[in-house]
């Protein structure tokens, strides 16, 4: 049972929605507890293809909530370490999940909440949505999203926004690459159900390995050894049973068997 999320399951499609509007979907150690195992049981269900993430009310998540906060602010050192260590094992749950992610961005974001949207795999915002890392106006660092936050926006934008602590807009978001569609708010379901749409329709081992992939790859350095994983990667899964499916469904003209025959 779930206080501060609510979870739907539809055609494959499993949506996860931050249900604390009157804090404006602020997280504390309750709601990472949630999340954490959410993700770990969507991401181990055979019956999920994809996961969507969502808010309801205004924002979609303020960061941290303010009573969480408050406690934090008389803790050790000992007990900072693991209430931060459970925040980033959310965070490494949502982007180290083998189904793939959307975040549905319906409304603003600020400091932990920006977390939430770079650890998933793709990003679509409302034109109104704002955002914002406002971590050193509280005299404190934006530590435990920086490894996410940064591999979305990349390091030029986040030397600027970590450091100012600039609110930005959906726009802005879009431009260096923290977001990947802004659409306006009526339009925020039909484009992720499109997206759904080509998730749940692909291989879903192959959606799992490309996935894993990026993550493998990105901002690598061109080694023999990394050659040498991509080419023992599109090896193995030419010769597994869904890649030899894939193939011969092309080649016969026919849909795969992973997608309904009507």
């Known amino acids: 049972m779930m206080e501060h999320l609510q979870l739907a399951c539809n055609g494959g499609v499993a949506t996860v929605t931050l249900n604390r509007p009157d804090v404006r ?6 709601v990472i507890a949630e999340m954490t195992a959410c993700f770990q049981d969507l991401g181990a269900r055979g019956d999920v ?8 009310g205004t924002a979609f998540c303020a960061g941290a909530d303010l009573n969480w906060m408050k406690r934090m602010a008389t803790y050790s050192r000992e007990e900072n370490l693991a209430d931060a260590g459970a925040l980033a094992e ?11 992610t959307i975040a549905r961005v319906q409304g603003d974001v600020y400091a932990g909440g920006t ?13 109104t949505a704002g955002y914002c890392l406002s971590e050193v106006k509280l005299g404190l660092i934006p530590a435990t999203i920086s490894p996410y936050v940064i591999r979305a926006m990349g390091a030029r934008a986040a030397h600027r926004y970590f450091l100012t602590a ?18 306006s708010a009526d339009e925020l379901d039909s484009k992720v159900a499109e997206l759904v749409k080509t998730l749940v329709n692909a291989g879903p ?27 023992e990667g599109i090896a193995d899964i030419r010769v597994s049973p869904e890649g030899r499916e894939g193939v011969q469904s092309f080649l016969q003209k026919r849909k795969p068997n992973w997608l309904p025959s009507a």
């Open 166 to 183: 600039e609110r930005f807009s959906a726009a802005e978001a879009l431009r260096i690459g923290f977001v990947h569609e802004v659409v």
């Open 49 to 56: 293809r994809c996961i969507v993430l969502a808010a309801n």
């Open 115 to 127: 977390g939430l949207v770079a650890a998933c795999d793709i990003a679509v915002s409302s034109d």
């Open 90 to 100: 959310m965070l490494r749950v949502i982007y180290a999940c083998p189904k793939p």
């Open 205 to 231: 081992q192959a959606v799992r390995l490309c996935k894993k992939l990026v993550q493998d790859v990105a901002e690598q350095a061109i080694t023999p050894a990394l050659v040498q994983m991509t080419v």
């Open 25 to 30: 979907n602020a997280f504390n150690d309750e």
